[in-house]
């Protein structure tokens, strides 16, 4: 069950720069056989991976072999037979490798895979900055609240990307001031921009202008200007697009500067946070992170304000989605991108509409870089102690002399604290973790779907937890306005509570493509994904907690007829659909451009929940 078959942790090495390469070569190694298909060995076996499109083959030890596919690899080598010696492959290689079988089995030349490799690079150099900022810090250093300490603890960063820390376009000392994994932090930059060509809207009536007044502490603009901010890396991007600078030239939008007091950057490193303040912004951010430059579309940024309206709407005799979800599950709660702002044309009225929230704005409008999201942020003050999932299951390095560190990821910690006040083994506090997640988080998501058809992207970076003193979760949230789904045999009923819901935004898609989603994201993505994150950091076995999961989603089955077909998908389907980062990756597809049907690649992956019951 411990992954430790192979000698000392590569995570571990003092030298970052090998231990960021074993880091970089372990994730897209995971994301390559997840992809094909590989069927990866027993721990202390080797893993054996042949390219018979032309490349080299590749052993690598593996350390732990994981039933939802979170397996531990120790180093590669490049080997002339499956029995022969060989010579260690770094990062470059396997990637170089790995890509060009991708491009060449997709009937594509190789050349074509050459900006996914410089990705891969890109992050394994990224992921040693990170790496040795860290190792350089005292022990025991946290961040400046509980939520800002796991937004910032993505270091190494997800599990199944090959690239998971790329950013291009910005020079070091900016990434040492605008990431999460720096413990970065910086004034935002702000416009002073004349009310006629502010858009945007607000879900609950309040005035946008207003709200970014309020928010805008210690930053000075002309008397009827509006404040509007950017992350400062965007600021000098737009300023340079011709639309943005006609509003210059006109005097229309003044550039302030960064001014007021400093935001943190969370782990999706656009959104920034202020402990004091009354909301998040999501910026606009058109660095390439990942697969993906991280410019705001206008329209889901309308579909986050749609989906708030939607979730507070009600009805004579049918209480809104809010207030069931309130009454059912008083500890889950979705944080709401309830207004958004911008500069430019978006039609007649849109300046109205950012001064009254009325939402005036109807016109498509061309972006202009200075969109923003406007998100709640009921963590003010420190307030609930939310915990980023994606940083409770991230895996730490030792602290540079070679050994492991005391907890490898934060959830180690949860575990064996819940194991310590329980009076049980880390097994059964692994168990009773699962079990409780399941209660304020995957419950709550799926009735949520069964009763009103509404579904979101709950990624472990879109989920937060609350954990009791015993380090079991007792609360949950999901984020982000990218992801909001209606199925299709609910829009009727929806369209009464909240007429016109669907008007003007992607929102209702088929009954069978909202749950192959949420199969994706909720089941892949979250439930196997923490499975797999346990099994991994040698805290239970992920067979056992397989089947707490299906027990748990088989007493839903029963009770909860609404739910009957994605929960089939679950536990019954011998496959499901996954998002494919590697192919993704190789393909250039950026995933927030285009059809969502067609924005990322996506594989068959064998169903372990389904397994689980044989």
Same mark, same amino acid.
């Given at each position: 069950?411990?992954?430790?078959?192979?000698?000392?942790?590569?995570?571990? @090495?003092?030298?970052?720069?090998?231990?960021?390469?074993?880091?970089?070569?372990?994730?897209?190694?995971?994301?390559?056989?997840?992809?094909?298909?590989? /069927?990866?060995?027993?721990?202390?076996?080797?893993?054996?991976?042949?390219?018979?499109?032309?490349?080299? %083959?590749?052993?690598?030890?593996?350390?732990?072999?994981?039933?939802?596919?979170?397996?531990?690899?120790?180093?590669?080598?490049?080997?002339?037979?499956?029995?022969?010696?060989?010579?260690?492959?770094?990062?470059?290689?396997?990637?170089?490798?790995?890509?060009?079988?991708?491009?060449?089995?997709?009937?594509?030349?190789?050349?074509?895979?050459?900006?996914?490799?410089?990705?891969?690079?890109?992050?394994?150099?990224?992921?040693?900055?990170?790496?040795?900022?860290?190792?350089?810090?005292?022990?025991?250093?946290?961040?400046?609240?509980?939520?800002?300490?796991?937004?910032?603890?993505?270091?190494?960063?997800?599990?199944?990307?090959?690239?998971?820390?790329?950013?291009?376009?910005?020079?070091?000392?900016?990434?040492?001031?605008?990431?999460? /994994?720096?413990?970065?932090?910086?004034?935002?930059?702000?416009?002073?921009?004349?009310?006629?060509?502010?858009?945007?809207?607000?879900?609950?009536?309040?005035?946008?202008?207003?709200?970014?007044?309020?928010?805008?502490?210690?930053?000075?603009?002309?008397?009827?200007?509006?404040?509007?901010?950017?992350?400062?890396?965007?600021?000098?991007?737009?300023?340079?697009?011709?639309?943005?600078?006609?509003?210059?030239?006109?005097?229309?939008?003044?550039?302030?500067?960064?001014?007021?007091?400093?935001? @943190?950057?969370?782990?999706?490193?656009?959104?920034?946070?202020?402990?004091?303040?009354?909301?998040?912004?999501?910026?606009?951010?058109?660095?390439?992170?990942?697969?993906?430059?991280?410019?705001?579309?206008?329209?889901?940024?309308?579909?986050?304000?749609?989906?708030?309206?939607?979730?507070?709407?009600?009805?004579?005799?049918?209480?809104?989605?809010?207030?069931?979800?309130?009454?059912? @599950?008083?500890?889950?709660?979705?944080?709401?991108?309830?207004?958004?702002?911008?500069?430019?044309?978006?039609?007649?009225?849109?300046?109205?509409?950012?001064? =009254?929230? =009325?939402?005036?704005? %109807?016109?498509?409008?061309?972006?202009?870089?200075?969109?923003?999201?406007?998100?709640?942020?009921?963590?003010?003050?420190?307030?609930?102690?939310?915990?980023?999932?994606?940083?409770?299951?991230?895996?730490?390095?030792?602290?540079?002399?070679?050994?492991?560190?005391?907890?490898?990821?934060?959830?180690?910690?949860?575990?064996?604290?819940?194991?310590?006040?329980?009076?049980?083994?880390?097994?059964?506090?692994?168990?009773?973790?699962?079990?409780?997640?399941?209660?304020?988080?995957?419950?709550?998501?799926?009735?949520?779907?069964?009763?009103?058809?509404?579904?979101?992207?709950?990624?472990?970076?879109?989920?937060?937890?609350?954990?009791?003193?015993?380090?079991?979760?007792?609360?949950?949230?999901?984020?982000?306005?990218?992801?909001?789904?209606?199925?299709?045999? @609910?829009?009727?009923?929806?369209?009464?509570?909240?007429?016109?819901?669907?008007?003007?935004?992607?929102?209702?898609?088929?009954?069978?493509?909202?749950?192959?989603?949420?199969?994706?994201?909720?089941?892949?993505?979250?439930?196997?994904?923490?499975?797999?994150?346990?099994?991994?950091?040698?805290?239970?076995?992920?067979?056992?907690?397989?089947?707490?999961?299906?027990?748990?989603?088989?007493?839903?089955?029963? =009770?909860?007829?609404?739910?009957?077909?994605?929960?089939?998908?679950?536990?019954?389907?011998?496959?499901?659909?996954?998002?494919?980062?590697?192919?993704?990756?190789?393909?250039?597809?950026?995933?927030?451009?285009?059809?969502?049907?067609?924005?990322?690649?996506?594989?068959?992956?064998?169903?372990?929940?389904?397994?689980?019951?044989?």
């Amino acid at each position: 069950m411990t992954p430790g078959a192979g000698g000392p942790d590569p995570l571990d @090495h003092p030298d970052v720069l090998r231990a960021a390469d074993a880091a970089a070569t372990e994730r897209l190694l995971r994301a390559y056989v997840r992809e094909t298909g590989t /069927e990866v060995p027993e721990a202390g076996r080797s893993l054996h991976v042949v390219l018979p499109l032309g490349g080299p %083959t590749l052993r690598v030890p593996v350390r732990y072999r994981s039933a939802t596919g979170w397996h531990r690899f120790g180093p590669a080598l490049v080997v002339a037979s499956e029995r022969g010696g060989g010579l260690p492959a770094d990062v470059a290689l396997v990637a170089a490798a790995l890509v060009r079988e991708g491009t060449l089995g997709r009937g594509r030349p190789p050349h074509l895979g050459t900006d996914a490799v410089g990705r891969v690079l890109d992050s394994a150099r990224r992921t040693a900055v990170h790496l040795a900022r860290r190792r350089a810090e005292p022990p025991g250093t946290r961040g400046p609240t509980p939520f800002l300490d796991a937004e910032q603890a993505l270091l190494l960063g997800h599990p199944f990307h090959p690239a998971p820390k790329s950013r291009e376009g910005a020079s070091e000392t900016e990434l040492a001031a605008y990431s999460p /994994e720096t413990r970065g932090s910086f004034p935002l930059y702000w416009f002073a921009a004349h009310p006629d060509v502010v858009v945007g809207e607000s879900a609950d009536g309040r005035p946008v202008a207003d709200l970014l007044r309020a928010q805008a502490v210690g930053v000075e603009v002309p008397d009827g200007t509006v404040p509007v901010p950017a992350h400062p890396w965007q600021a000098r991007e737009a300023t340079a697009r011709p639309e943005v600078a006609a509003l210059v030239d006109a005097g229309l939008l003044r550039p302030v500067g960064q001014a007021g007091p400093v935001w @943190h950057p969370t782990s999706s490193v656009r959104t920034v946070h202020r402990p004091d303040a009354e909301v998040m912004f999501k910026l606009s951010l058109g660095m390439r992170i990942t697969n993906s430059r991280r410019d705001n579309r206008r329209g889901e940024l309308r579909l986050g304000v749609r989906a708030a309206r939607l979730l507070a709407a009600s009805a004579p005799g049918r209480p809104g989605p809010a207030a069931w979800l309130r009454a059912e @599950h008083p500890g889950f709660g979705v944080l709401r991108d309830f207004a958004w702002v911008s500069v430019g044309a978006d039609g007649p009225g849109a300046g109205t509409g950012a001064e =009254t929230g =009325t939402g005036a704005d %109807t016109a498509t409008g061309a972006e202009t870089g200075l969109e923003t999201a406007i998100r709640d942020n009921p963590f003010r003050g420190g307030a609930g102690d939310a915990l980023c999932v994606a940083g409770l299951v991230a895996e730490r390095t030792g602290p540079g002399d070679g050994s492991p560190p005391p907890y490898r990821a934060p959830l180690c910690e949860a575990v064996e604290r819940a194991a310590r006040v329980l009076g049980v083994s880390p097994a059964e506090a692994s168990a009773r973790w699962l079990a409780r997640y399941l209660d304020v988080l995957v419950v709550p998501l799926i009735r949520l779907r069964a009763r009103y058809g509404i579904a979101l992207e709950p990624h472990h970076q879109n989920t937060l937890v609350a954990l009791d003193r015993a380090g079991l979760p007792v609360a949950g949230w999901c984020r982000d306005s990218q992801g909001y789904y209606v199925a299709a045999s @609910h829009a009727a009923g929806l369209d009464r509570l909240l007429p016109g819901v669907a008007e003007g935004v992607e929102l209702v898609f088929d009954d069978a493509f909202v749950d192959e989603r949420v199969a994706y994201y909720l089941g892949v993505n979250n439930l196997l994904g923490l499975i797999g994150a346990l099994g991994s950091l040698g805290l239970a076995d992920e067979e056992e907690l397989l089947r707490v999961a299906r027990d748990a989603l088989e007493r839903m089955r029963a =009770t909860e007829p609404g739910a009957k077909g994605l929960l089939d998908l679950l536990l019954d389907a011998p496959v499901l659909r996954c998002k494919g980062n590697f192919l993704t990756c190789v393909d250039g597809l950026d995933e927030l451009v285009g059809d969502v049907h067609t924005q990322s690649v996506y594989i068959d992956l064998p169903n372990p929940l389904a397994e689980a019951q044989r």
